[in-house]
């Protein structure tokens, strides 16, 4: 795909997808097939919203501190992913990434290695719904690591307790992002 990234969607501003106020971009195909995935309607790659990088860092609302690339699998969209992230770093932004590929499996692949000099923070590995995450850190399943890749943030940065964020769209859609899956009972 060259320079165009196949989105899913973005959110120009969110406060529960990392640090601060953050521009979210949820790219579109994952052929990990994660069972228990919270977006399903990621894992085709059927074109939906074809961007530039440029594009998706046009979208950002003032104030943004940062980008966070979700997915899908962004690293199924290597070439894009390099560019955005290039991009975003060059404009003083912030970056957090999340993967199924564990570091590991990114250093094996040069393209993917280059990729991550431009990443603050790696949230890696695969979803295990066995897992699910209990500790209210910003993460799907406890097996997967913060690779803190800058020293810009650190774990307490990444404390959502309970952080979640209801968006309305234009055609009446609701959408729920963030981490509300905490491990207390209903009423706290």
Known sequence: MGELINIHAILPYSRVNGPGLREVV???????????????????????????????????AG???????????PFMQKDGLLLLLKQAKGLGLSTVVYTGFTLKELKSDRL????????????????????????????????????????????????????????IGRDGAVTETGFSRVIFGAGH
């Open 26 to 60: 949820f790219f579109q195909g994952c052929a990990r097939d994660c069972e228990g995935c919270f977006n399903p309607d990621t894992h085709t790659f059927e074109a939906r919203k074809l961007h530039t990088p440029w594009e998706v860092l046009e979208k950002r």
């Open 63 to 73: 104030g943004v501190e940062g980008i966070t690339v979700s997915g899908g699998e």
């Open 112 to 167: 993917a290695a280059s990729i991550l000099e431009y990443i603050d923070v790696l949230i890696d590995g695969p979803y295990i719904e066995e897992r699910k995450e209990k500790t209210l850190l910003a993460r799907g399943s406890e097996n997967q690591r913060l690779i803190f890749l800058t020293d810009r943030y650190n774990e307490s940065d990444f404390l959502m307790p309970g952080k979640v964020e209801v968006i």
